[in-house]
């Protein structure tokens, strides 16, 4: 069955320092790739979306890289603030009829910004 | 933006009995919803698509019958836990994909715990 690990449980970063988080995968060749923010107690928040012949998406403060032949997923939180203190999922998907926001997710990296 | 709400937020209920939850997409169609379950510090599971007017296809391990999804309208699809145990306690989530555009979003989640 397919694996998906962040392998950063946990990440504390300084106020202004660039946050980089990590999803590897296995057994598995998504379509699209997800990065989702998740609140204690609420449900995830959707931020990028890469496809699997895209290498680079930007949003504001945030980049993503999607390799697939390392089947590798990086996210940057660049300028990083307290507020981004948040756990991020990554989710892998397939497009296609009835598949298509059926997701797989990793089990999140909890990021702690500190002043 | 497109809002997905859940109801109830939050449940509790003793063993034996049957918990119903909601998930309504509240401006947008969606065809197909799907429906998740997260333990603490772990990742979202999926445990089933949901499709309007036909039955839930359930991830490999769901138990059909312990889990019961109806999908009644293109608005709502709710998620029954019966006969409901302390080890049914967890955080379930649901998304919904929008029937026109393909994009999916997400509830905020509803915390069951059985007694």
């Known amino acids: 069955s397919q694996k998906i690990e962040q392998n950063s449980e946990a990440l504390n970063i300084q106020e202004g320092k660039t946050a980089t988080l990590t999803c590897n995968y296995t057994?598995?060749?998504?379509?699209?790739l997800q990065w989702y923010r998740q609140d204690p107690g609420r449900g995830p928040v959707f931020l990028l979306l890469i496809r699997e012949n895209e290498k680079e998406k930007r949003k504001e403060r945030l980049k993503v890289t999607f390799d697939t032949t390392l089947k590798q997923s990086l996210f940057h939180i660049t300028a990083s603030q307290p507020a981004d203190s948040a756990t991020y999922l990554c989710?892998?998907?397939?497009?296609?009829?009835?598949?298509?926001?059926?997701?797989?997710f990793g089990r999140g990296t909890q990021l702690t910004v500190w002043p | 933006g497109a809002v997905v709400s859940q109801h109830p937020s939050r449940v509790i209920c003793k063993s034996g009995t049957s918990v119903k939850i909601e998930c309504r997409s509240l401006?947008?169609?969606?065809?197909?919803m799907f429906w998740y379950r997260q333990f603490p510090k772990k990742s979202l599971m999926l445990m089933a698509t949901?499709?309007?007017?036909?039955?839930?296809?359930?991830e490999q391990g769901v138990e059909k019958d312990k889990f019961l999804i109806n999908h009644a309208s293109l608005t709502l699809s709710t998620l029954t836990v019966t006969s409901a145990h302390p080890e049914d306690s967890s955080f379930y989530i649901c998304?919904?994909?929008?029937?026109?555009?393909?994009?999916?979003?997400f509830g905020e989640g509803s915390r069951l715990t059985v007694l």
């Open positions: 989710a892998l998907g397939q497009f296609g009829g009835s598949t298509l926001g059926r997701l797989y």
């Open positions: 057994n598995y060749s998504p379509a699209y």
């Open positions: 949901s499709n309007e007017g036909s039955k839930a296809t359930y």
């Open positions: 401006d947008f169609q969606a065809t197909t």
């Open positions: 998304s919904a994909r929008d029937s026109i555009t393909g994009e999916l979003f």
